[in-house]
């Protein structure tokens, strides 16, 4: 396998690239996205079993099982990082190993309806936050301590919308290629 086609397993949709200036429509289409994603993943893996949950995605890859606990764990850690922005002045979020949570034992073989309920909550809980907050809120910020860069909420937004669909391409373009779908 060349090296163009493992990126293109790697990011099937592209990395996400943050527009220069974000629109309201932009950020209620983000939101659309964060609020029907957990029915789209729910839906694209109900049906597989547990041989197709444990088949990586990718050389070198993670198993299906594991990005989808991976999106439990990391979105639950991105709610955590809106509040901590409403509620302090440009806190430093915790990083998180998230190669090291996909190799524990609950991430490689748990049942992933405990992962899939958990996303539908957080979700939940996530789309009625961002749906009301105001641009003031919106251009609130966190310091990610890898890089030290700023996070504006809207961007990060974005970034999960994103997160969303690339995750869900890793396992929808595994489902086709196999022929599962």
Do not use: C
Request: glycine letters at 2%; aromatic letters at 10%.
């Amino acid at each position: 396998m060349t090296q163009e086609e493992l990126h293109q397993l790697q990011y099937p949709i592209g990395k996400f690239e943050i527009p220069t200036s974000i629109t309201q429509s932009q950020i209620k289409s983000w939101i659309s996205i964060l609020e029907h994603f957990p029915n789209r993943l729910e839906s694209l893996v109900k049906n597989l079993t547990d041989n197709q949950l444990d088949t990586v995605y990718r050389p070198d890859g993670w198993t299906v099982r594991q990005v989808v606990h991976h999106v439990s764990d990391s979105h639950h850690h991105s709610y955590s990082r809106f509040k901590w922005a409403l509620t302090e002045d440009k806190p430093v979020i915790k990083a998180y190993y998230e190669d090291r949570w996909a190799e524990l034992i609950d991430s490689k073989t748990a049942p992933i309806d405990m992962s899939i309920q958990h996303i539908k909550a957080i979700h939940f809980k996530l789309v009625y936050l961002l749906k009301r907050l105001n641009e003031n809120d919106l251009n609130k910020l966190f310091i990610h301590p890898e890089t030290k860069k700023e996070v504006l909420l809207k961007q990060n937004i974005g970034i999960y919308a994103w997160h969303s669909n690339h995750h869900y391409a890793h396992i929808e373009n595994l489902l086709k290629r196999n022929n599962w779908i």
